[in-house]
């Protein structure tokens, strides 16, 4: 019953506003007429306002919320959340959508096409308007449209949860064949370590000096990057030291990553390399200054639960895999169950996602859409 030509129209239009993360005021307000028109109660939060508060980036952008829709169901059973996050990476300004003989949809090649997560939140509006349409009988329907999401889900972060009756929930925002979910994701801990050393001159006297890029050097010697186990990585991603080259550097900072697909593990990596920092800067008389951040807590959704049970229901039912992974990315839906709320990650047609070369297809948005009507109308297990 999806309307293939619909779907994908709605979805090259979408394509066109500039939503890159913290500037998604036009999105927004043009979902907010698309939800209402669908018979949905929608409101915005004050996540924009809290994150231009904080947010050095967030610039003179209009401060935009979060977007949450409800709709009253027509039969019983319990409520149901489908959420799309409205943000794109850089660079997504001038966004124009091109599509191919084989209905292969990409951006005109300069910017991202925006599938992450336009191709969510066409499937999710498409399906419900198919709904409306057909009066197929549903529950109570939930749509959350985060700010944000990829700054680590900062928008999500935000989320009043006392608000949402749904405890579980659906998340489209996967890269891989439709019918494919996340049932796990990391931790993710992001780390600031500013070694302080001293300076002198390079030439005359290097010995009064205490080189501060010398100590980082040392430090991520010891370290073992990439895969440390099975389930955890780290990496240091950026460097930044020195001020000329004739002076002993006395400050160098390092930027990383740690992700953990168990919240314990990563904590366990953050110390060794925590401790590493400053035992290495304290045997050559220099110090640091450390900062981290949990961004995200790792989670997992086991088989045997409702949301997953459901998934799978629905994707035998449409000729899909029904699939489950772990990822070692983080989405809106960590948040999510940290919140009470249990939910996966459904692939929705992105492809080569966070790259100029992303694409989408017709079929993938047509499947996806119906994969959305399906979770919707499903009944309770």
Known sequence: MVDKSRLVSQFKK??????ETYKEREIADYLTGELKLLGFEVREDDAGFRLKEKIPEYGSAAPTGNLYGFLKGNRDGEPILLSAHMDTVKPGKGKRAAEDEQGRITSEGD???????????????????????????????EVLFPVAEENYGKGSQLVDYS???????????????????????????????????????????????????????????????????????????????????????DECTVWGEIRSLKDHRAMEEWNRLKE????????SKGGCEIRFEKQIEAYEIGDEEEVVKRFKKVCRNLGLSGSTQYTLGGSDNNHFVRNGIRGIVVACGMNEVHTTNEYTTEEELEKGAGLALGLITAEDL
């Open 14 to 19: 979408m394509v066109e506003f500039d939503s």
């Open 163 to 249: 608000k949402i009756k749904s405890k579980l929930a659906y998340v489209f925002d996967l890269s891989g064949e439709i019918g494919l979910a996340a049932t796990a994701a990391p931790t993710l801990l992001s780390f600031e370590i500013q070694v302080k050393g001293k300076n002198a001159h390079a030439g005359f006297c290097p010995q009064l000096g205490i080189n501060a890029i010398e100590i980082a050097a040392r430090a991520i010697s010891q370290l073992k990057q990439g895969w440390v186990n099975e389930e955890t990585t780290v990496n240091i991603g950026k460097i930044s030291g020195g001020k000329q080259t004739n002076i002993v550097s």
């Open 111 to 141: 910017t991202v096409l925006g599938a992450d997560d336009l191709s969510g939140i066409a499937a999710i509006l498409e399906s419900v308007r198919v709904i409306k349409e057909n009066g197929l009988p549903h529950p109570d329907i």
């Open 276 to 283: 590493i920092f400053e035992h290495t800067a304290a045997r």
